[in-house]
């Protein structure tokens, strides 16, 4: 059959189909197919066909099989179809196109209708406000399956492809396709606020939302209010929203996510999902993948008292740290092919402006097991990349994997708290802190993990604290500061310090190791700042116990470095490191001392001189010298027991009072032929 150009002054453009009347004990039953549908209108609804009445006592039932309902108009709700009053509509293999209202473009379902949408195309169908494809409202339930399409349908406030509202439910599965809508705030789909009372539910299985966008607000592929919401095998691909949540954004809504992948999404602020206003994220079995967003994170914006939790399906652990042994088996792996294979949630290549490429957090409660997170970038390396922390956040993180981001793995702010084991952090480049950085206010405490060939372009290579720090049974191998503190970089202020029964492998202060120019504790550097003044007691709050160091590298402190200041009355102590060991003689500086603290000026002592030119004779050649602390250890940058110093003409040295001056470089200081009596002794503060 063909309805086409009818218009009616009420509801119903083409079809009017109410319920039986009040005598009859039988539902209505409508069965309609092979029909067109097209260019109807209403004044007020159902512009191509209006279902149920006001007057029913009993139950409509339509099923509607391949029909073509387009370029319908209704001046209030539903441009295609209205189905009312515990209505039943089934529609099946059919399209509805390009119809138009004021909300519920294509399809509006009001007051407890039920309605299912298998392998149908909603397309190009428009609401001047709610509702651009299809609008739920008034405890009315959709269903959308069997490969439907919900595409290219636009709205002026919410909802450019689907609308739920008051106690709804929606459920979208098997391969259904939610595409290129557009709305003010939740570009594919959106649900309207609601109430602690009248809360809406989600359910997502085995479909995709892609390309959608919210063009003002918050969004792109969903918005999300007061609803309990259930994604299961979902992609949520290249959606973008103006202001906040490219992909997802939830306020007062508990969201499940099982088996997911969030790609290629962008926002002002949480370029993948943003969680706030006291919400609940669990993910796990999940990719959150190159989103970006300018401000707060690429990744997952979550804040205003809401909350994560990422873990397993069984609430297992997921490839827990064993060991340096077992990190270098790892590396070994090809994890090209599936690295996020055994990880609850795996987050990579997100990037924000500013803030955090991944994460950002600002409330308390979030638990984060068997994270994989790597290649995640901010604007420059003075950005977080992996999780941000602030306003009093609290985070959990166990048993997780954090590999080759740009900027700090993780910044704690303004009182925030992070409790972390088991977790490995490689390869990060940032300003300071490459894998942590603590302010003042804020609390780490660190245990059974590994810090790995990380790099400060400042100071601490893995850790930059002034807030409290609890580090117990960690290993730093491999880390880098270009300035002081190989590992680790602590200022010494009024909070609490704890290292104990950690190991420093091959770590570096300095900017070049080929060429030791600058650069103070290898391991680590402690940093008395004049605001300690002479409180010894925040000294007395700093325990470093069971240490072992090996192999590290410094100009000053192959070990550690300690800063004093000199105009202090009463110059602080460094305090005492317990029950500490050096593995062999392989910790190395140029200067200072090797393997304890640089604090002292430096001496350069001319052994005697080993042929028959006196010391007071202009020389031209080498001369052997041992560099050494003002204990008499020997620092010298291969430790051995000596190093050449070359008298040569030069204008890099001055002269003062018949004295030589010069930095020294790599252990070797470089001469000009000056006259030397008395066996030319130098000393100087350390770098001279």
């Known amino acids: 059959m063909n309805f086409?150009?009818?218009?009616?002054?009420?509801?119903?453009?083409?079809?009017?189909?109410?319920?039986?009347?009040?005598?009859?004990?039988?539902?209505a039953r409508l069965r309609l197919a092979h029909s067109i549908l097209q260019r109807n209108s209403a004044d007020r609804h159902g512009g191509g066909a209006a279902l149920s009445d006001d007057k029913s006592s009993g139950l409509v039932y339509a099923e509607l099989n391949s029909n073509l309902i387009k370029d319908n108009r209704a001046d209030a709700y539903g441009g295609g179809i209205m189905a009312s009053l515990r209505a039943r509509v089934d529609i099946f293999e059919s399209v509805l196109q390009h119809n138009a209202a004021q909300s519920g473009g294509g399809l509006y379902l009001d007051i407890m209708t039920k309605a299912a949408i298998f392998g149908t195309l909603v397309e190009g169908n428009s609401a001047s406000l709610y509702g651009g494809g299809i609008f739920v409202n008034n405890e009315a339930a959709l269903e959308v399956a069997m490969d439907s399409k919900v595409a290219e349908n636009s709205c002026g406030m919410m909802g450019g492809g689907i609308l739920g509202s008051r106690e709804t439910s929606i459920c979208i599965t098997n391969g259904t396709l939610v595409e290129s809508n557009k709305a003010r705030e939740g570009g594919g789909l959106a649900f309207l606020s609601g109430s602690e009372s009248t809360v809406n539910t989600l359910l997502v299985k085995g479909s995709t939302f892609s390309r959608n966008m919210a063009e003002l607000y918050a969004g792109g592929g969903m918005s999300i209010d007061f609803t309990s919401v259930e994604l299961v095998n979902v992609s949520l691909l290249e959606n973008s929203a103006a202001y906040i949540g490219g992909a997802v954004a939830s306020i007062h809504s508990v969201i499940r996510a099982s088996g997911c992948l969030v790609q290629g999404n962008y926002a002002f602020a949480g370029g993948g999902i943003a969680?706030?206003?006291?919400?609940?994220?669990?993910?796990?079995?999940?990719?959150?993948?190159?989103?970006?967003?300018?401000?707060g994170?690429?990744?997952?914006?979550?804040?205003?008292?809401?909350k994560t939790l990422f873990q397993l399906p069984d609430g297992g652990e997921a490839n827990n740290f064993t060991g340096i042994t077992w990190w270098d088996t790892l590396l070994e792996e090809d994890l090209a092919d599936d690295w996020c294979e055994g990880y609850s949630v795996c987050i990579e290549g997100n990037q924000a402006s500013h803030g955090a490429g991944a994460i950002f957090h600002s409330s308390v409660g979030n638990v984060?097991?068997?994270?994989?997170?790597?290649?995640?970038?901010?604007s420059d390396s003075s950005k977080t990349a992996v999780m941000h922390l602030e306003d009093g956040a609290q985070v959990e993180v166990r048993g997780s994997r954090f590999m080759e981001n740009v900027g700090s793995a993780f910044d704690l702010m303004e009182g925030s708290a992070l409790t972390m084991s088991d977790t490995v952090i490689a390869n990060h480049v940032a300003h300071s802190g490459a894998a942590l950085r603590v302010d003042k206010s804020s609390t780490a405490a660190v245990s059974n993990s590994l810090f790995r060939n990380s790099e400060a372009l400042m100071d601490g290579g893995a850790v930059h604290a002034a807030g409290n720090l609890s580090l117990v049974g960690t290993q730093f191998v491999g880390n880098r500061a270009r300035r002081n503190g190989g590992a680790l970089f602590l200022e010494l202020r009024q909070q609490t310090t704890e290292v104990s029964g950690c190991t420093f492998e091959r770590?570096?202060?300095?900017?070049?190791?080929?060429?030791?120019?600058?650069?103070?504790?290898?391991?680590?550097?402690?940093?008395?700042?004049?605001?300690?003044?002479?409180?010894?007691?925040?000294?007395?709050?700093?325990?470093?116990?069971?240490?072992?160091?090996?192999?590290?590298?410094?100009?000053?402190?192959?070990?550690v470095g300690f800063w004093q200041p000199q105009s202090l009355e009463a110059t602080p102590q460094p305090p005492p490191c317990v029950d500490c060991k050096t593995i062999g003689d392989s910790n190395?500086?140029?200067?200072?001392?090797?393997?304890?603290?640089?604090?002292?000026?430096?001496?350069?002592?001319?052994?005697?001189?080993?042929?028959?030119?006196?010391?007071?004779?202009?020389?031209?050649?080498?001369?052997?010298?041992?560099?050494?602390?003002?204990?008499?250890?020997?620092?010298?940058?291969?430790?051995?027991?000596?190093?050449?110093?070359?008298?040569?003409?030069?204008?890099?040295?001055?002269?003062?009072?018949?004295?030589?001056?010069?930095?020294?470089?790599?252990?070797?200081?470089?001469?000009?032929?000056?006259?030397?009596?008395?066996?030319?002794?130098?000393?100087?503060n350390p770098g001279t």
Not at 4 to 27: C, L, V
Not at 368 to 378: D, K, P, R, S, Y
Request: glycine content about 14%; aromatic content about 6%; charged content about 15%.
């Open 297 to 306: 994170a690429g990744g997952l914006l979550i804040y205003n008292g809401s």
């Open 368 to 378: 984060l097991h068997g994270i994989a997170v790597t290649g995640n970038v901010g």
């Open 507 to 559: 770590n570096a202060a300095t900017a070049d190791p080929s060429e030791l120019i600058s650069g103070n504790g290898g391991v680590m550097f402690l940093d008395a700042p004049m605001a300690v003044g002479n409180d010894s007691a925040a000294m007395g709050r700093t325990h470093l116990n069971g240490l072992s160091f090996e192999g590290n590298l410094a100009v000053k402190g192959g070990a």
């Open 275 to 295: 969680v706030w206003f006291e919400g609940f994220l669990e993910m796990n079995a999940s990719r959150i993948l190159n989103n970006t967003a300018k401000d």
């Open 4 to 27: 086409t150009g009818n218009t009616a002054n009420g509801t119903g453009g083409a079809i009017y189909f109410m319920g039986p009347s009040p005598e009859m004990e039988e539902d």
């Open 588 to 684: 190395v500086a140029a200067y200072g001392t090797a393997e304890g603290w640089a604090t002292q000026a430096v001496h350069l002592e001319v052994d005697p001189v080993q042929d028959e030119e006196a010391s007071s004779v202009r020389v031209q050649h080498a001369i052997a010298v041992r560099i050494t602390d003002a204990s008499g250890a020997t620092v010298t940058v291969d430790n051995t027991s000596m190093v050449q110093i070359h008298f040569k003409n030069s204008e890099e040295c001055t002269i003062q009072e018949g004295i030589t001056v010069i930095q020294a470089v790599k252990g070797v200081a470089v001469f000009s032929g000056n006259t030397s009596t008395g066996g030319l002794i130098l000393k100087g």
